[in-house]
Structure formats: structure tokens, C-alpha cells
């Protein structure tokens, strides 16, 4: 059983940066993990942000933080990180790390996921 901790949120002025990691415990590093980073701002559904597979290779971002936003992980370590740059008042919310060994098929999709973590607070100021 997989389990995800979020850290590295924070506050931080627009136009700051923040990385974000998810340390996963569980993890059986000859799988094939599907991971994504979430994020949920107050009053708004839950969003696919950015996301990777264990394998390397590709990397899917939402349209409105490509460009800014960087996903990345050091399997070495069990870490999933996500680089923020150019952060603006709406990237603010509680952003969550997901797995799920296997392939997910749409993985900006949080449905697809299996396993979550706790959750990391984003908050940019104007």
C-alpha cells in the first residue's frame, strides 16, 4: 500500500516560485506508478495539474501552467516534485499528490488514481 506525503507549500507573492514533493512510502520501485499533482481551490472542483509516470517519458500539464509549472521525479528517493514558477493569486489552493501503479489513461484525470496524500497549501498573494 502506497502512501503519499505532500510538502513545500506556502506563501508566496505572485510572480514567486514554490517546489512541491511527494515522498511515497509502499512504493515497489520495479512497478510502474501513474502520479499526478492535483490541486483544489476554495469553492472550485478538484484539478489535474501536472502529471508523470514512473518510467519517465512523457509529462502532461494543464494548459493554464504549461510553461510554469515543472514535474519531475528522483525514483532514488521515492519523490515526486512539481516546480512552480511564476506563481499568480489563482494557482493558490490545497495541492494533493496521487498514484496509482499502472497506467492511467487520462492523468489529469483524478479518478484515475487510487491513492492520495494529504495535502500541501498554495497561497499567492497579488
Known amino acids: 500500500q502506497v502512501q503519499l506525503v505532500e510538502s513545500g507549500g506556502g506563501s508566496v507573492q505572485a510572480g514567486g516560485s514554490l517546489r512541491l514533493s511527494c515522498v511515497a512510502s509502499g512504493y515497489t520501485y520495479s512497478s510502474y506508478y501513474s502520479m499526478g499533482w492535483f490541486r483544489q481551490a476554495p469553492g472550485k472542483e478538484r484539478e489535474g495539474v501536472a502529471a508523470?509516470?514512473?518510467?519517465?517519458?512523457?509529462?502532461y500539464y494543464a494548459d493554464h501552467v504549461k510553461g510554469r509549472f515543472t514535474i519531475s521525479r528522483d525514483n532514488t528517493k521515492n519523490t515526486l516534485y512539481l516546480q512552480m514558477d511564476s506563481l499568480k493569486p489563482e494557482d493558490t489552493g490545497l495541492y494533493y499528490c496521487?498514484?496509482?501503479?499502472?497506467?492511467?489513461?487520462?492523468?489529469?484525470?483524478?479518478?484515475?488514481?487510487?491513492?492520495w496524500g494529504q495535502g500541501t497549501q498554495v497561497t499567492v498573494s497579488s
Open positions: 508523470t509516470f514512473t518510467s519517465g517519458g512523457s509529462a
Open positions: 496521487a498514484a496509482r501503479r499502472g497506467h492511467v489513461i487520462q492523468p489529469l484525470k483524478g479518478n484515475g488514481y487510487n491513492t
